[in-house]
């Protein structure tokens, strides 16, 4: 599966510890174009590009592509900016439940400090 923004992390690590949950470290591309206009001497880590990133981890372990059913709830704690903390901590807790993965995520910097959590259900592409 491809990524849909190019250049913009790379994955550090990732640990799928049991059947339900999955450890994942990236890396931001703190010069990524994506920044340029997301603002300009400020950059913010987009929250679509968030969302994006935990689908791709998921798709990675299930070895196939999702599509965002639908968001439940997310908050965007902290703002991510590439420049100040480029590594981020995924901790995904999924269920599969008839055909959907519904995902508990919470987004950690490198002091532990959570900066998103979000829940929300994908389903098979």
Known sequence: MDMLFQDF?????????DSSK?????KLNK???IY?????????????????????IIEEF?????????????????PINPKI???LSFEINYEIKNGSIIIDNIIMFDNQEI???????????
Not at 9 to 17: F, L, P, Q, R, V
Request: positive net charge.
């Open 36 to 56: 340029s206009g997301h603002f300009p001497n400020n950059p913010i880590t987009p929250g679509v590009t968030i969302i994006q990133i935990i689908k791709e």
């Open 9 to 17: 992390y790379i994955k550090e690590n990732s640990d799928k510890s």
């Open 62 to 78: 299930l070895d196939y592509e999702l599509f965002l059913k639908e968001i439940i709830n997310i908050k965007f704690i902290l």
């Open 115 to 125: 900066a998103v959590k979000f829940k929300g259900i994908f389903i098979k592409k």
């Open 22 to 26: 999955i450890y994942t470290k990236v």
């Open 31 to 33: 010069n990524h174009k």
């Open 85 to 87: 903390d480029n590594y």
